[in-house]
């Protein structure tokens, strides 16, 4: 034990080379006579090697683990994972062509939008409001205020700027029409079929309905009979027989036609649309069905196309009627709820009803 | 952020004498260099981060027992060399696994490297019976060992740092603690052979 204890130490001199040359002549000639130490000798060089080796390894793979800690793997993957390599090229590659082509896209699409009048194309364009412009016989202020001088008539004889039609909602004296019939009105007078005329004040107007309320206030007007008509409150059914009574000219004139569809204007649920030949001036005049109820106010019609005619539906005329304070009115408006012309022929039911249709004349 | 300066790719002779010189720095280039290839190499066959990280570091370590064993002459690239070492260690790795080989998606060229991967082997086993002997060898024991084969520390300093009151005393454990780790080396060894 002692001695291979001392022949080892030995052995490790000689291999660090820590003898003296003396000494390691000494041990080279041992080695040589005695194939057993030269054996044990070998043997240690090989297991020191290899404990070497050991830990060569692992101080390699200890540096390594610290440069890999140093690594940003998420960015490398990024890198290296082809399918995004790709798509981050291209994109990168392209995307200033790829936002000019976009921009241009854009400026052809908005251009040929512009030039086919898409975005002009509004409510105004189609639709045409049936108010009457009369221009006929333009007269001055002058002309105005000598008549007025001249003789105190029971309404000016101007014929007005402006004329609609409007029937009566109460035998007291209120009378509705559309609203753009008086809408920037500096005056409103109307006028019945025995040609009297009578003041008018707006009692309300509702612009989204289009129906304005007016009550005469004129000291000639005496109360009317009873009301031969009734409002109808439900939705009229298609293709139902109406006919409406206005004014497109001085004089009334009756139109015939039937309900075309549920829907106004461009799908408006306000209104009806119905086939009847309408002009400029029967603008709030009555819808009425063969029974003589009131179903809906004619407002205009679609100028491109024909027979398309629009009437607001009674429900909003009664739904607007529902929406006047009560202080704004001075006599209390009561709606006719019976119906007297429903057993008639419509000869006589426009006869009857001719005394609550009144021009509206617009000054 | 201004990325530190990107160690360029280090030409083979570089690194061949980095190797020799054992040389941090160009450690340090060489995985950075050619990291990023094996990533994308086991990436995109099945395997995750940390497999790359393992497939990558044992093929240096199979390029640096090949250098120090003053083998490896330039005439492969060391790109190609790397690549291949990673690409067989990764198919094996996934047959053993039993996963779905297929196609591997190759990237670079490639040359036959058994004859390195055998050595390894042979070399990976030494390495994995010496960790196991050095192991069951225990304190204090193993860092004598360590200290004076591997750390290459003179007998005065294991001396002082153990405190042992002469170097004899400390000749003597050492060679206990040599004898021992020959004996569990060789009897793990042994063992594996009669197997």
């Known amino acids: 034990m002692k001695s291979d204890l001392e022949l080892t130490n030995q052995i490790e001199a000689y291999l660090r080379g820590e003898l003296s040359s003396a000494e390691q002549a000494e041990f080279d000639q041992l080695r040589a006579s005695n194939p057993d130490i030269d054996h044990k000798v070998v043997e240690h060089q090989n297991f020191t090697k290899q404990l070497s080796e050991y830990g060569n390894r692992r101080q390699l793979a200890a540096n390594m683990d610290a440069i890999h800690q140093q690594l940003d793997i998420i960015g490398l993957k990024d890198e290296v994972l082809p399918k995004t390599v790709q798509i981050r090229n291209l994109w990168k590659k392209y995307r200033v062509n790829t936002a000019i082509a976009a921009s241009i896209a854009m400026i052809a699409v908005l251009s040929t939008m512009l030039s086919t009048g898409y975005f002009s194309k509004t409510i105004s364009t189609n639709y045409s409001a049936l108010r009457r412009e009369i221009n006929n016989i333009k007269r001055s202020q002058n002309a105005l205020i000598k008549n007025i001088n001249n003789k105190p008539v029971k309404g000016p004889s101007d014929p007005g700027h402006f004329g609609g039609t409007g029937f009566a909602l109460s035998s007291n004296g209120y009378v509705v029409t559309n609203y753009h019939v008086i809408k920037d009105a500096d005056s409103v007078y109307i006028q019945n079929t025995k040609g009297e005329s009578f003041k008018v004040k707006q009692v309300y107007v509702d612009p989204a309905y289009d129906i304005a309320v007016l009550q005469i206030v004129d000291p000639n007007f005496k109360t009317l009979p009873s009301l031969p008509y009734s409002f109808k409150k439900a939705t009229s059914d298609l293709g139902e027989n109406v006919y409406t009574i206005g004014f497109p000219r001085d004089d009334q004139v009756i139109g015939k036609g039937y309900l075309s569809s549920r829907t106004g204007y461009d799908g408006d649920s306000v209104a009806y649309q119905v086939d009847i030949p309408v002009n400029p001036g029967n603008s709030g005049g009555p819808l009425l069905d063969n029974r003589g109820n009131i179903i809906g106010i004619i407002s205009g019609k679609q100028t491109q196309s024909d027979g398309a005619a629009f009437a607001i539906k009674s429900k909003y005329l009664l739904k607007a009627l529902e929406a006047i304070p009560k202080d704004l009115l001075e006599d209390k408006l009561v709606l006719n709820k019976k119906n007297t012309l429903s057993n008639l022929s419509p000869t006589d039911q426009i006869k009857k009803l001719q005394d609550y249709i009144f021009m509206v004349k617009v000054y | ?195």
């Open chain 2, 1 to 195: 952020m201004s990325k530190e300066i990107k160690s360029s790719v280090p030409t083979d002779r570089e690194v061949v004498f980095g190797i020799l010189n054992d040389s941090k720095d160009m450690l340090n280039r060489l995985y950075k260099s050619y990291f990023p290839m094996v990533l994308q190499l086991v990436l995109t066959n099945n395997g995750n981060e940390d497999d790359a990280k393992d497939i990558f570091q044992e093929s240096v370590i199979v390029l640096y027992n090949r250098v120090k064993a003053g083998k490896f002459e330039l005439n492969s690239k060391l790109k190609t060399f790397i690549y291949s070492v990673c690409r067989r260690l990764w198919l094996k790795r996934l047959s053993q696994q039993s996963r779905n080989i297929g196609n591997v998606k190759d990237f670079e060229d490639f040359l036959s490297v058994d004859e390195d991967l055998e050595q390894h082997e042979e070399k990976d086993k030494q390495f994995k019976q010496m960790e196991h002997a050095l192991k069951l060898l225990g304190e204090p024991c193993r860092t004598i060992i360590e200290d004076y084969y591997i750390q290459n520390r003179s007998m005065q300093e294991i001396c002082e740092k153990f405190g042992y009151t002469n170097a004899d005393n400390a000749k003597t454990q050492k060679y206990k603690c040599l004898q021992r780790l020959k004996k569990y080396f060789f009897r793990h060894n042994n063992l594996k052979n009669e197997e």
